[in-house]
């Protein structure tokens, strides 16, 4: 029998079905502003799972959720309580991202430790599994579209870009110069953060990179070994065979 798996994050909310062995191909996504109850039973309709588990960034969409799964199934929230096959190492273990827990489950399995994932969302967040393992910590900074939007917003005459590899770091039109601007100076900021974390995790970790972004980011920094799009729902799927076995 398969779970529901969902990663409800602040843009997009992205549905699977795994079950103990694998991911199936089936894939859902809904933008998380039309999150509802009629988008959830267009979405789930006709699909055949036991349980439900779900990693939520978003309180308000996630009592969405609870109130549409529970009455039918059993529902699992990822907290810092799930079982994630490692331990955790962090003072204040209830603040962590029920998102970036899932990644750490999956890179665990999938990857090996010690690990850095780093995932580009709305928000870009490094998270930090050491070779013990154990969930040690990590970073939070500006998504790429929060920088690259930035501008248009708060100046007069600076237009919206499309994010795409820029042609050169000197820019020739207002638009390419831009791109240049936001596309290598957020591969600096990924770049620095990886030197910084390293210097202080023993070992040599991987660095495994998720996210929406991550393609474009990851073809100029050399140190992001894989970009693992199934990242946080096969972690999601290996949480669920702990917790609905």
């Keep these: 029998m398969a779970w529901l798996l969902i990663d409800n ?5 992205k549905f699977a079905l795994g079950d103990a062995s694998s ?3 089936w894939r859902g996504v809904l933008a998380t502003t039309e999150l509802s109850n009629d988008a959830l039973a267009a979405m789930t309709g006709g699909l055949d799972f036991s349980a439900v588990i779900v990693c939520s960034v978003v309180p308000a ?3 969405v959720l609870k109130g549409f799964f529970e009455p039918r199934c059993p529902l699992h929230f990822i907290t810092h309580t799930s079982p994630l096959g490692m331990g955790i190492d962090y003072p204040l273990p209830a603040q962590i991202g029920g998102d970036r827990l899932a990644n750490a489950a999956g890179v665990l399995t999938r990857h090996g430790a010690p690990a850095i994932v780093i995932d580009f969302g709305t928000a870009v967040t490094f998270d930090v599994i050491s070779d013990q393992p154990a969930y040690c910590g ?3 900074a500006p998504g790429l579209g929060a920088i690259a939007g930035y501008l248009p917003q708060k100046t007069a005459l600076l237009p919206a870009i499309e994010l795409e590899e820029p042609a050169s770091a000197i820019g020739k039109s207002t638009i390419h110069a831009m791109q240049a601007g936001a596309v290598f100076g957020y591969r600096g900021l990924v770049k620095e953060i990886i030197s910084k974390i390293r210097d202080e995790l023993p070992g040599r970790p991987k660095i495994i990179a998720t996210g929406g972004d991550a393609p474009l980011i990851a ?3 050399p140190d992001i070994e894989v ?3 199934d990242l946080t729902l096969d972690g999601l799927r290996q949480v ?3 917790v609905f076995a």
């Design 61 to 63: 969409k996630a009592a």
């Design 227 to 229: 970009v693992d799009a």
């Design 138 to 140: 990590g970073v939070i």
């Design 9 to 13: 994050s602040n843009t997009r909310t």
């Design 219 to 221: 073809r100029g920094v």
């Design 23 to 25: 991911l199936r191909a």
């Design 240 to 242: 669920a065979a702990r």
